[in-house]
């Protein structure tokens, strides 16, 4: 490793293959070599992507993904995975030695750092996570692509900075030798009620702006007070309150400037004076719904609008003997969801409310009984279509779900909450495509969803010529929606449908 190169900068020249600052230099025919492999797809930018999950079948294979161009014939895919690719190195920094009158008092050099890496694909299923030995090496197992990030986050926040780095090529095992995290910027204030009191357990962490790599949180002292460490650049400040607290979470943009010994950056969390909202949770008939060991009836309140701070924040309280719940809460407008245990045969509901400096007592608060309904699904032709499963899922609460498979008369029965679900219905053969709808069941408890025949998605899998037997295949969109899966046969074949077209509902 080259003494004139700073770790940071030695990183980036490893991958450029810049001599004496490591052997493990990436050339192109490497990445002419990745480019056989068919990985070179990942770069696609429009249409569907494929996710390849191999089986126990195929050791050594990791989850991967290859994008379908929308211009092309879905059919008769090849589809090339490759064995996976050891990234390895070793982790040391300058560990500052933090003191309450001077935060910058120098510290030991090149020791190893307690620390999490991730590597991350972007929009892909491939990657993979590990942590640092104690000497700070680290070994971690991907399948090989392009346009890999890797987020470094130690253990101790006060310490060393976090850090991020991109691999635009990773063809082969390659080690990047030392990774050095330098002293970094302290970021230090102190988090504070309005009143200048201190919100016990409150937690702080930096967010990069530019990749959206979370930093390690940060505990404040007794006194309100906190210390990160960054790298100049762009950041997130997120302030959250402690878990099962009434204290917002709230942020603010910060930037890192490299020329400054330090940045102090204090947030006001807003007032400390909460108000109590209390009710009880009834059934229909009007008893109380207490929680138990086996089951929790749940209150959530999520705040929609605070009224003198900007941030989010949700409460959660489980219900006491008769079903009696109280949560403290900051003023502004809230939206109070009430939610059985799943297997209850009570129904989700909701309420929004305004809160005050004023206690407020709602009373009684009623969970409805679920509801039966029977789904008919029909084939791309009108028949009744038997063996598809169907799926219900709350699109809000707890997204609880609920499925069964239709009969010989192509009906699906089932209970749910009378609320709004999302239904999808995936037929057991290639026929016809994942189909979805959206109902109410409060009103529909008798839908019809016809089955979209769909666009053909087929082809074989194949690792260094031989076929990846029995792994999953899925077809999701770039916000991860599932419009498709499979699992391939003994020779590494796959066939399905996906949707192009919405489904039909009749109430």
Do not use: K
């Not at 086996?294 to 219900?319: F, I, K, P």
């Not at 009684?364 to 791309?380: A, K, M, N, Y």
């Not at 899922?393 to 089932?414: L, N, Q, V």
Request: charged share 20%; with cysteine.
């Amino acid at each position: 490793m080259s003494p004139a190169l700073p770790g940071r900068l030695c990183l980036l020249a490893v991958l450029a293959g810049v001599a004496g600052c490591s052997d493990a230099a990436l050339h192109t025919s490497d990445a002419g070599a990745l480019a056989d492999t068919g990985m070179d797809e990942l770069a696609a930018e429009d249409g569907l992507r494929l996710d390849i999950f191999p089986s126990d079948a195929t050791p050594g294979l990791r989850p991967q993904s290859v994008y379908l161009d929308p211009a092309t014939d879905w059919t008769g895919l090849d589809v090339a995975v490759s064995p996976s690719v050891t990234l390895s190195g070793q982790v040391l920094g300058f560990v500052a030695n933090p003191v309450s009158s001077n935060p910058t008092v120098p510290g030991q050099e090149d020791q190893p750092i307690a620390a999490r890496i991730d590597v991350v694909m972007p929009d892909s299923v491939a990657g993979g996570s590990t942590t640092t030995a104690e000497d700070g090496r680290f070994e971690v197992q991907v399948p090989p692509g392009m346009n890999y990030r890797i987020d470094l986050v130690p253990e101790q926040t006060d310490r060393v900075p976090f850090d991020t780095m991109t691999i635009p090529v990773l063809a082969s095992d390659l080690d990047l030798g030392i990774w050095t995290l330098d002293y970094g910027v302290p970021v230090w204030g102190r988090v504070t009620y309005s009143d200048d009191s201190v919100p016990r357990g409150a937690t702080v962490q930096l967010i990069d702006a530019t990749w959206g790599t979370p930093g390690p949180h940060t505990t404040i002292d007794s006194d309100g007070w906190y210390m990160l460490r960054a790298y100049p650049g762009d950041y997130t400040l997120v302030v959250e309150g402690r878990t099962g607290g009434s204290d917002p979470t709230i942020t603010r943009p910060v930037t890192v400037e490299g020329t400054a010994d330090d940045l102090r950056v204090d947030m006001d969390v807003g007032p400390s004076a909460r108000a109590t909202l209390s009710g009880t949770l009834v059934d229909g008939q009007g008893f109380g719904l207490a929680s138990d060991r086996n089951n929790e009836y749940r209150v959530v309140a999520t705040a929609v609008d605070l009224r003198d701070v900007t941030g989010t924040l949700t409460v959660e309280r489980t219900t006491a003997a008769g079903g009696a719940f109280e949560l403290s809460l900051p003023a502004g407008d809230w939206r109070l969801d009430a939610i059985p245990p799943y297997d209850a045969g009570l129904s989700p509901t909701s309420l929004d409310l305004t809160i005050s400096e004023a206690n407020l007592d709602i009373g009684e608060l009623v969970l409805p009984t679920s509801t039966g309904i029977d789904v008919l699904v029909r084939t791309t032709d009108g028949q009744p279509a038997p063996g598809v499963l169907v799926v219900a899922r709350e699109t809000g609460f707890d997204g609880y779900t609920y499925s069964a498979t239709t009969d010989a008369a192509g009906i699906a029965s089932f209970d749910v909450p009378r609320v709004r679900l999302e239904l999808t219905a995936t037929p057991p053969t290639d026929s016809a495509a994942i189909t979805r709808t959206v109902i109410d069941a409060a009103e529909v408890q008798d839908p019809t969803i016809d089955l979209i025949r769909g666009v053909p998605v087929s082809g074989s899998v194949v690792a260094q010529g031989e076929p990846v037997s029995y792994a999953l295949v899925e077809v999701r969109d770039a916000r991860g929606e599932l419009y498709g899966t499979a699992i391939t046969d003994g020779d590494g074949a796959f066939s399905m449908r996906v949707p192009l077209s919405p489904s039909t509902v009749t109430p």
